[in-house]
């Protein structure tokens, strides 16, 4: 709620920008040719500060004529008087900057508050150009040193950066954890987990019809286990993604996802087992000199088109594993069919190089893990879900089309087919994306 200083601050801005429209007429900033040659002396940039500062001065005493009326002239109703000036501030590329600060008293001896002065303490992207550099890598001690574009400027120390940081990346946790996901058209959805300092967090990627990713939201945990899992699914339902809709879901086969969204979507869920987590899996049971025979006809199989002659080749290597190592025969039993649903569908072979494995959500944890990486003492609270929540929508800015985006409409095809009766609905992508 609202107090009562705030709205007639937002009241005075108000009628500062009103009065700016109604009022076309021109500032005009004055320099002397002294002062101009003692500012480039120190670069064009000293010269367009030092004419900032004095431009904010003048829109400020047109403020005040605009309320008062001229200097020296009798007025039968003003609402106050001009009271002088007394030392204040402004805000610049987040830094706060001295600037003598024009007053204006009312009748009943109070100050006015001017819309100008206000304006200029006003700077709406300070949060996410801080939040920005800090993904960067800038620290808190060095911010500062950085970013000081005015001798005499503060507000930018170490203890204020590390508040306002706090502020920004909550904003980013809600902006992350709120935003609605009904007007979504998903394709294919990839939920894995990171963990770092004893914790679990399991993350939903969705994959668009148009090939664009999106982080559907991230839930907190001790393992990566079907509660956390089924708990993160329950939450992108509420938020408007339909289980029920039949997709394609890329899993690195932990059973916890699994099972989470098998009992969440049902037989709409078309689930695809990660290849190479399947072939690492079968892999660390073969001492080394039996690796690099195995992986090769491994790749070989998955990299074949069909689903029938890749599931024999498969079937083959089952059989030679089970000879020479039935351990590493059972891993590769364990979901086989699973790895092979892009067969299945045939999925075109440039979008499957993005659905046969967990990469495109790897990629993105890789970057969080590295974000959080410069964190040298986790507290409590939500500092962890802000950090994880903050890596996760700066590498989200950063994502391009899935490979193979064109050949989108004709996955969607292949899912419908393959739905069970009662839950195939008509393709929304019913031609190749421009």
């Given at each position: 709620?609202?107090?009562?200083?705030?709205?007639?601050?937002?009241?005075?801005?108000?009628?500062?920008?009103?009065?700016?429209?109604?009022n076309q007429e021109p500032v005009q900033l004055l320099l002397p040719s002294v002062e101009i040659a003692l500012a480039m002396k120190q670069g064009v940039g000293a010269l367009i500060r030092q004419a900032g500062l004095q431009l904010m001065q003048l829109v400020m005493q047109r403020d005040v004529e605009q309320m008062l009326g001229p200097r020296y002239q009798q007025a039968e109703s003003r609402p106050g008087w001009?009271?002088?000036?007394?030392?204040?501030?402004?805000?610049?590329?987040?830094?706060?900057?001295?600037?003598?600060?024009?007053?204006?008293?009312?009748?009943?001896?109070g100050d006015i508050p001017l819309g100008s002065y206000l304006s200029f303490q006003h700077d709406p992207q300070w949060h996410s150009r801080l939040w920005q550099d800090m993904m960067r890598g800038l620290s808190t001690r060095q911010y500062g040193p950085v970013v000081r574009r005015f001798a005499d400027a503060y507000g930018i120390e170490k203890s204020v950066v590390s508040e306002q940081f706090i502020e920004a990346?909550?904003?980013?946790?809600?902006?992350?954890?709120?935003?609605?996901?009904?007007?979504?058209?998903?394709?294919?959805?990839?939920?894995?987990?990171?963990?770092?300092?004893?914790?679990?967090?399991?993350?939903?990627?969705?994959?668009?019809?148009?090939?664009?990713?999106?982080?559907?939201?991230?839930?907190?945990?001790?393992?990566?286990?079907?509660?956390?899992?089924?708990?993160?699914?329950?939450?992108?339902?509420?938020?408007?993604?339909?289980?029920?809709?039949?997709?394609?879901?890329?899993?690195?086969?932990?059973?916890?996802?699994?099972?989470?969204?098998?009992?969440?979507?049902?037989?709409?869920?078309?689930?695809?087992?990660?290849?190479?987590?399947?072939?690492?899996?079968?892999?660390?049971?073969?001492?080394?000199?039996?690796?690099?025979?195995?992986?090769?006809?491994?790749?070989?199989?998955?990299?074949?088109?069909?689903?029938?002659?890749?599931?024999?080749?498969?079937?083959?290597?089952?059989?030679?594993?089970?000879?020479?190592?039935?351990?590493?025969?059972?891993?590769?039993?364990?979901?086989?069919?699973?790895?092979?649903?892009?067969?299945?569908?045939?999925?075109?072979?440039?979008?499957?190089?993005?659905?046969?494995?967990?990469?495109?959500?790897?990629?993105?944890?890789?970057?969080?893990?590295?974000?959080?990486?410069?964190?040298?003492?986790?507290?409590?609270?939500?500092?962890?879900?802000?950090?994880?929540?903050?890596?996760?929508?700066?590498?989200?800015?950063?994502?391009?089309?899935?490979?193979?985006?064109?050949?989108?409409?004709?996955?969607?095809?292949?899912?419908?087919?393959?739905?069970?009766?009662?839950?195939?609905?008509?393709?929304?992508?019913?031609?190749?994306?421009?």
């Open positions: 709620m609202s107090k009562p200083y705030q709205i007639e601050s937002r009241r005075a801005m108000q009628r500062f920008e009103a009065s700016l429209r109604e001009r009271w002088g000036k007394e030392k204040g501030w402004c805000r610049i590329d987040g830094q706060k900057v001295p600037l003598d600060r024009l007053r204006v008293r009312n009748v009943d001896g990346s909550r904003q980013k946790l809600r902006e992350l954890i709120e935003r609605p996901l009904g007007n979504l058209k998903l394709c294919a959805v990839m939920i894995d987990g990171i963990s770092f300092d004893g914790e679990t967090f399991v993350v939903a990627l969705g994959i668009s019809q148009d090939g664009r990713k999106t982080v559907l939201g991230l839930r907190q945990g001790a393992t990566e286990n079907a509660t956390v899992v089924g708990e993160l699914c329950a939450d992108l339902e509420q938020r408007g993604v339909d289980f029920q809709e039949p997709r394609l879901y890329v899993l690195d086969g932990a059973k916890a996802l699994n099972v989470a969204v098998k009992k969440r979507a049902g037989e709409a869920a078309l689930l695809q087992r990660c290849q190479l987590h399947k072939r690492r899996n079968v892999l660390n049971h073969l001492p080394d000199q039996q690796q690099p025979f195995i992986e090769q006809k491994l790749i070989a199989a998955w990299n074949m088109t069909g689903y029938a002659e890749a599931r024999r080749a498969l079937d083959r290597i089952h059989e030679e594993l089970e000879r020479i190592n039935p351990s590493a025969a059972r891993s590769l039993a364990e979901g086989l069919e699973e790895t092979l649903t892009i067969h299945r569908l045939h999925v075109p072979a440039r979008l499957r190089l993005t659905l046969f494995s967990t990469n495109p959500i790897e990629s993105a944890l890789s970057v969080v893990e590295e974000k959080c990486g410069r964190v040298k003492k986790w507290q409590g609270g939500d500092m962890k879900l802000r950090w994880v929540a903050s890596g996760l929508l700066f590498v989200e800015g950063r994502f391009r089309r899935v490979k193979g985006y064109r050949e989108i409409p004709q996955l969607m095809a292949a899912i419908q087919a393959a739905a069970p009766p009662g839950q195939s609905r008509p393709v929304a992508v019913a031609k190749k994306l421009g």
